[in-house]
Nanobody, 128 residues
Framework: QVQLVESGGGLVQAGDSLTLSCADS????????MGWFRQAPGKEREFVAA????????YYADSVKGRFTISRDNAKSTVYLQMSSLKPEDTAVYYC?????????????????????WGRGTLVTVSS
């Protein structure tokens, strides 16, 4: 069983950096492709980044490419999202996700109900 708990959200100013963490209390973390999604107020949830089981492959949405970095530590059952040069439009609830069937490249194309596990989310607010 996978249980995902996000942390690290908060209020920052434009241009700042922030790192999100997502920890899994289960024992099968390394079996899943992991990803981050976000949902801004009044908008649908969108893909942000994904990382392969080994951590060797990553994939990013164009909107965050070059500013965000996804990484994972399988020994700690944790996935991270390092965010830099934050913009007000990055304001959203950020969700961690785990999916067995996805690759890092395909996770963003999966429907929400096709993703195996979701965290509850952590709010990131970027002020201008």
């Amino acid at each position: 069983q996978v249980q995902l708990v996000e942390s690290g959200g908060g209020l920052v100013q434009a241009g700042d950096s922030l790192t999100l963490s997502c920890a899994d209390s289960g024992r099968t973390f390394s079996s899943y492709t992991m990803g981050w999604f976000r949902q801004a107020p009044g908008k649908e949830r969108e893909f942000v980044a994904a990382i392969s089981r080994s951590g060797g492959r990553t994939y990013y949405a164009d909107s965050v490419k070059g500013r965000f970095t996804i990484s994972r530590d399988n020994a700690k059952s944790t996935v991270y999202l390092q965010m830099s040069s934050l913009k007000p439009e990055d304001t959203a609830v950020y969700y961690c996700a785990a999916d067995w069937a996805s690759t890092s490249q395909t996770m963003g194309a999966r429907r929400d109900n096709e993703i195996d596990y979701w965290g509850r989310g952590t709010l990131v607010t970027v002020s201008s």
